[in-house]
């Protein structure tokens, strides 16, 4: 089970954290992910990152605003948003990968988060 948390409403310009805990204790050996689905659109990749957090990746659209990082000890990874912008708007979900790196493409992790929602108001 993952277990979301931090999302919230923020004006632009603020910050927000997210945090994603799995309980399962399968994701230690496993890449992890943040995804995102704006109101009316596509689930979409936000940031990823490998099994020893030695390895990020961003989309472009986040790059330089968000930060992914993860605490293994705790089975938590984290989403740490600055410089909001409305167009970030979205429920944002967490994933285990499939394996040990982090993949931009939504069929490659098999374990979801039930998504929180992030609202930035203009």
């Known amino acids: 089970v993952q277990l979301q948390a931090g999302g919230g409403l923020v004006q632009t310009g603020g910050s927000l954290r997210l945090s994603c805990t799995n309980s399962r204790r399968t994701s230690s050996n496993n890449g992890m992910g943040w995804f995102r689905q704006p109101p009316g659109k596509e689930r979409e990749f936000v940031a990823g990152?490998?099994?020893?957090?030695?390895?990020?990746t961003y989309s472009d659209s986040v790059k330089a605003r968000f930060t992914i990082s993860r605490d293994n000890a705790k089975n938590t990874v984290y989403l740490q948003m600055n410089a909001l912008k409305p167009e970030d708007t979205a429920v944002y979900f967490c994933?285990?990968?499939?394996?040990?790196?982090?993949?931009?493409?939504?069929?490659?992790?098999?374990?979801w988060g039930q998504g929180t929602l992030v609202t930035v108001s203009s």
């Open positions: 990152i490998s099994w020893r957090g030695d390895s990020t």
């Open positions: 994933a285990v990968a499939r394996r040990p790196f982090a993949s931009q493409w939504a069929n490659e992790y098999n374990y």
